[in-house]
């Protein structure tokens, strides 16, 4: 399992990339971070919940009801533009973090 700490600063990424591929909703969303990265990390739904509202709030996502389940209307989220630019910014940082970290790791790869 991968440390709530180390991942949290990537959280938003993750929810993006998903996001990018179509919109959804909170469980499938955690669902599918559980799936790719083989159980390594699952984000608990309070954490999922607190960035989609922080995302929301910072125009990086928008929600709308989508279809009702057991009485429920379920809400979903998409990406907007600039959780786009959000985005393939945050991804520009990470690999410059990863060229930085690999310089402290043994072997320096």
């Known amino acids: 399992m ?3 700490d180390v991942i949290r600063g990537y959280n938003d990424i ?3 990339y998903l996001l990018l ?3 959804s ?3 499938e969303i955690s669902r599918q971070i559980r799936q790719m990265t083989d ?3 699952i984000m608990k739904e309070t954490t999922l919940y607190s960035a989609f509202k922080r995302m929301e ?3 990086l996502i928008e929600s709308y009801p989508g279809s009702k389940t057991n009485g429920k209307t379920r809400t979903y989220y998409k990406i907007t533009d600039k959780g786009l630019s ?7 940082e990470w690999k410059i973090t990863q060229e930085v970290i ?3 790791i043994e072997g320096g790869n």
């Open 102 to 104: 690999c310089k402290f």
């Open 25 to 27: 909703y909170g469980y």
């Open 86 to 92: 959000y985005y393939r910014e945050k991804c520009e």
């Open 39 to 41: 159980e390594k990390y």
């Open 14 to 16: 993750m929810i993006l």
């Open 21 to 23: 591929r179509e919109p």
């Open 2 to 4: 991968i440390s709530s």
């Open 57 to 59: 709030s910072n125009g």
